[in-house]
């Protein structure tokens, strides 16, 4: 019996799934992957930010003035979170402030959404790619000590060797994972940021509609 677990044993370890090699493919692949996401959002956020406080006024003036149209044309020129979540409530000024409000959730809601694409990945990654790396750790310590058994006249060579190459997995797991937590936390704040923004765009809309209604009806 203990010549046959042997055996399967020597077997398991002869197949090229326990060998620690393809970790670290598979952790320099998911970095690449990290590194396109990261500069992608970066760039995203980068073309989608807006001056909050100059279009708020902006909008706030033209609201007073009642031009409506001028509004929408003052928001359509940007593409970001806050000034779509205040378009959306704007497309329903009319209706009244129960109405703008309920499309200003829903808008906000997707707004968010489509910010946080791909932020799932990021946080994935940071959270796995340390396990990744400890799995090729083990892979080749287990190679490692199967050298070791095969040739004791090499051992301390052996064993040292394989012991640097399978920490060597841990410490591209940690490379990979850093970057993604740094990036995931900046991007997530920036989005917070960003939705904090579109509420406070979208009050100064909610503000003078309400404004309006009070005056019409004394």
Known sequence: MPHASGSLVQTLLDLPIFQSEWVLYLLLALSVVSIGVIVERWRFYRVHAVDVDAVGATLARHLQDGDLAAAAAGLQ?????????????????????????????????????????????????????????????????????????????????????????????????????????VAFNAFKARVKAAATDGEALARVLLSNLKAVDRRGAR
């Open 77 to 181: 020129r940007h593409d970001a979170l806050e000034t779509n979540v205040a378009l959306a409530g704007l497309a329903a000024y009319d209706r009244g402030p129960e109405s703008v409000e309920d499309l200003i959730v829903g808008a906000l809601g997707r707004e968010r959404a489509r910010y946080e694409r791909r932020l799932g990945f990021l946080a994935t990654l940071a959270s796995n790619a340390p396990y990744v790396g400890l799995f090729g750790t083990v892979l080749g310590i287990m190679r490692a000590f199967r050298d070791l058994s095969v040739n004791m006249a090499e051992a301390s060579s052996a064993v040292m060797a394989g012991i640097a190459e399978a920490l060597l997995a841990t410490a591209v797991g940690l490379l990979v994972a850093i970057p993604a937590v």
